[in-house]
């Protein structure tokens, strides 16, 4: 009797302190799921911000919208034909070309500039300058070579010339290392605009305005030179890859090659226009007063000019404006779905490219904030019960009431 006594008193021992270990242990632990949680949530908050920062072509709305009026960005992609040559994509019946985009943009013009006679803006006090802004590209990839007073300083072997209207640097503000943007006249000489990348591989310094860069056999004269982001995304989505922008209608005259190399009728006949091309890509500033009217004057203006129609066209709009906020990205990612459909048949911007990126990062890192958020509450419920509990049933028969200390561990 005396054996299964003394073994009984062990066990009940040695389970006591267990359990008091364990309490210790679990005391201890809101603690470190409130630090957690602030560690969590901070780095979220800080990574979302970075992420954010570097999608500055997403914000043109912001850039030119000011009290008298918002804006709303928007960005229509369209298919076209590949080419083998490494010209830019041949229109197609379904996507868009520039004849299609002059017709919607006569139609959107009478609209906001009706907009803005029927006192649609009246609340916003005085008269709008510049209601609207638009502008269309597309991209073909060449060779290039750099030269410096005929000398030739560096060559890639494959580089995105991307054809743009006037307005293109309006809705993409880029921040210029130097010079600036393309003229919307270039008289007799092609005037190119660089890429950081592109500037750096041709002739190892940003600082090359008025050096030549040789293109399917023809000169462009530099007028500037851009940096487009260098971050993680722009690393990961070709942002940084070596780039060139040039007048949407000199897309036509790299496709037919250098100036006299045309030598029969039959040639003449084959040459490319730039009404033979693709426009990829279309966006547009819009005056948004009402949130979302922006959209629908778009969606009316094509439905009006090129017969367009939400389910059966292969066109796809997005909405720059507000891609980042919580409700966008809940309506695109949740319940778990391709937010993008058709995306195969296009030729996607690396801009947009970016920002698709972007908003997965931007999701995954809200989803990191909201648990940085619950970790703090519930340990910060978890350490109220501590303090205002009770106290451990499992205390050592030796444990003192009048011990100060050691009462004070044990509250739960």
Not at 91 to 107: F, P
Not at 138 to 144: E, I, N
Not at 207 to 233: H, M, T
Request: charge should be negative; aromatic fraction near 10%.
């Amino acid at each position: 009797m005396e054996f299964r006594t003394k073994m009984k008193n062990f066990i009940k021992r040695k389970w006591g302190d267990l359990c008091r270990h364990c309490h210790y242990v679990l005391m201890g632990l809101p603690f470190f799921l409130v630090i957690g949680g602030i560690v969590l949530s901070t780095a979220s908050v800080i990574r979302i911000r970075k992420v954010l920062d570097g999608q500055s072509f997403q914000y043109a709305a912001d850039y030119f919208e000011s009290k008298k009026m918002p804006y709303r960005q928007l960005t229509v992609l369209g298919p076209g034909l590949a080419t083998d040559d490494g010209s830019a994509p041949r229109k197609s019946s379904r996507g868009l070309d520039i004849e299609k985009v002059e017709q919607i943009h006569e139609v959107l013009d009478t609209t906001e500039l009706s907009a803005i006679g029927n006192g649609r803006m009246s609340s916003k006090g005085a008269e709008i300058v510049n209601p609207w802004k638009d502008c269309y590209s597309s991209a073909a990839k060449y060779p290039a070579r750099g030269f410096l007073e005929k000398k030739e300083t560096g060559s890639v072997d494959a580089c995105e010339v991307i054809g743009v209207s006037n307005d293109y640097a309006v809705i993409h503000p880029f921040c210029y290392e130097s010079g600036g943007f393309l003229p919307d006249e270039n008289g007799d000489r092609f005037s190119i605009v660089l890429n950081t990348q592109l500037a750096w591989n041709l002739f190892h310094s940003y600082q090359v305005l008025g050096s030549l860069v040789e293109i399917n056999g023809l000169s462009f004269q530099v007028v500037g030179v851009v940096n487009e982001g260098k971050d993680e995304i722009a690393e990961t989505t070709g942002v940084t890859a070596p780039r060139a922008y040039v007048q949407f209608r000199q897309l036509a005259a790299l496709a037919n090659g250098p100036v006299g190399a045309v030598s029969t009728a039959d040639d003449a006949s084959n040459l490319v226009h730039d009404t033979d091309f693709a426009v990829t890509c279309y966006e547009v500033l819009l005056m948004d007063p009402i949130k979302n009217i922006a959209y629908n004057d778009l969606v009316q203006a094509m439905a009006d000019s090129i017969g367009y129609s939400e389910d059966s066209s292969e066109l796809q709009i997005i909405c720059n404006t507000s891609r980042f906020h919580v409700t966008s990205l809940w309506k695109k990612y949740f319940p778990l779905k391709k937010s993008y459909s058709g995306s195969d048949m296009l030729q996607i911007p690396y801009y947009e490219r970016s920002a698709r990126l972007a908003e997965q990062y931007v999701v995954f890192w809200g989803e990191a904030l909201v648990v940085g958020i619950v970790l703090v509450i519930a340990g910060g419920g978890y350490i109220y019960a501590i303090f205002h509990g009770k106290e451990t049933r499992h205390k050592r028969e030796d444990d003192s009431e009048d011990d100060h200390e050691i009462s004070y561990l044990d509250k739960t």
